[in-house]
């Protein structure tokens, strides 16, 4: 699939470092791929879990968004909830269908502060990668996209989300993608990764996220590209033409 860039367009690209290309048109897109068995990656020591504190609510499956976001308010279901100032998830903007929902990471301190996935300089360069392809962030209007992190707490002692954590939140992401019904998701990152294929493929928990990158996964149903997060885009500017390639993937498959 080629890209029709504007001048705007070409700008906002060559401001990421990324260089224009264009596949060839003859060139056949990405097929739907069930991943290959890959050489397993011994997984670094990860500390004991902590235990649950609570239960999930029940009900979630059929929540419209007011009730969903009241339930993440509450949520102590796991550890990740333990010493958090406030969940991380705003519907103020965001009860919509879009084509593309776009996952991230656990959320750090300033998306704790604010409420909101996505902010500062890693909010920014996703901001100009999503004007790139044409699509934005915002409510009711045409090439808008659903952004929301896999984990919607922050916890008071910064650590990675343990699998069972990522498991109990993935009931929440789920209802959200019934919701916003996307085309594509685009999984940035290693841990939403995980979260989306962690039941269907759990052989790839273990996979670095640059080996997962390339294929079409699925959940639920609907396509999943794994790219690289814009925090890790910002400290390794040299991937940002394969995040652009990424991104090219999802646009072909939708």
């Known amino acids: 699939m ?17 260089r224009v290309w264009l596949p060839e048109r003859d060139a056949p897109t ?23 504190t609570g239960t999930l609510a029940d009900g979630i499956e059929a929540m419209p968004w007011d009730a969903l976001a009241q339930a993440v308010a509450q949520c102590q279901a796991c550890s990740q909830c333990q010493g958090r100032r406030a969940p991380v998830f705003s519907t103020s903007a965001a009860q919509r269908q879009a084509d593309w929902l776009v996952l991230g990471e656990p959320p750090d301190d300033n998306e704790e502060r604010l409420g909101l996935p996505f902010v500062g300089q890693a909010g920014q360069l996703l901001d100009n990668m999503l004007k790139a392809v044409g699509r934005h962030r915002g409510a009711d209007a045409a090439g808008t996209v659903y952004v929301t992190n896999v984990i919607k707490c922050r916890p008071s002692t910064a650590r990675n989300p343990q699998p069972q954590d990522l498991a109990t939140c993935e009931h929440y992401l789920r209802r959200e993608v019934a919701l916003v019904q996307p ?6 990152g290693r841990f939403a990764a ?6 269907s493929q759990p052989e790839l928990a273990a996979v670095p996220l640059g080996k997962l990158r390339g294929q079409v996964y699925r959940y639920q149903g609907i396509p999943v590209i794994v790219s690289y997060p814009p925090a890790y885009l910002l400290r390794t500017p040299q991937d940002k033409a394969r995040a652009w390639a990424d991104w090219c993937l999802a646009l072909s498959v939708i």
């Open 2 to 18: 080629s890209l029709d860039l504007d001048s705007r367009q070409r700008a906002m690209l060559q401001e990421m470092g990324v």
């Open 30 to 52: 990405a097929p739907t791929a069930k991943a290959q068995p890959l050489a397993a990656v011994p997984a670094s020591p990860t500390p004991a879990p902590v235990a649950q």
């Open 183 to 188: 085309r594509v998701i685009l999984a940035m």
């Open 194 to 199: 995980q979260a989306l294929l962690q039941l």
